[in-house]
C-alpha cells in the first residue's frame, strides 16, 4: 500500500465523528448544539450521560490506534510513515472533512495513536487524566496533565525518535485545540463536569 494511500486512509478514519453520529442515533440530538458544541466525549457525557461518552472516547481513540496499526502492518520499518499516520488521524478528527472542518480537540484519538507507538506514555496519561478528572472534574486540566506526561514518557520510552517527535507535536496541537480551555482555567471559570 503507497504511503499516500495510508495517510489517506489514516485521515478518513480519524474524521469519523462518532460523538455525532451516536449522539443523533441514540439520543435524538446533535451534540454540537448543545453544551460545550463539542463533539468529543467530554461533551458527549455532559449531553447525553457517561455511558455514551464512554463508548465515543474508546471508539476516538481506536480510530486513532487502527490507523497507526494499519501502518505498522503495511509499512513495518518505517517509523516516520506511523508517525504521520498516526498525525493524519489527529488531524481527521480535528478537522473532519464531513463537518466542514469542525471536529473536536482530539485528546482521545491521540491517545489511541500513542497506544500503539508509546504504549507507557499513553497509559501513564491516561492514568494522569483519569486521577486529575475524578479530583478535579475539570477534562481540560486532565488532558493538558495527560499531554505533558505522555510527552515527558514518549522522550524516555519510545522505540523511535520519530514517535517521541509526534508525541511532542500532538500535544502542541492539543494546546491550539484547547486554547479557549487554557483562557477559561485562568480566569477561574472552566466548566466542570
Known sequence: MSSATLLLLGYLAGSIPFGVLLTRWVRGVDVRQSGSGNIGATNVTRVAGKKLGAVVLLLDALKGSLAVGLALWFAPEE???????????????????????????????????????????ALSAALVYAGLVAAWRVSSVGSLAGGV??????????????????????????????RSNIHRLLRRTERRF
Open 79 to 121: 517509523p516516520r510513515m506511523h508517525a504521520a499516520v498516526g498525525l493524519a488521524a489527529f488531524l481527521g478528527h480535528v478537522y473532519p472533512v464531513w463537518l466542514k472542518l469542525h471536529g473536536g480537540k482530539g485528546v482521545a484519538t491521540a491517545l489511541g495513536v500513542l497506544v500503539v507507538l508509546v504504549p507507557v506514555a
Open 149 to 178: 506526561t505522555a510527552v515527558v514518557l514518549s522522550a524516555l520510552t519510545a522505540p523511535a525518535p520519530e514517535y517521541a517527535g509526534l508525541a511532542v507535536l500532538l500535544f502542541a496541537l492539543i494546546l491550539w485545540t484547547h
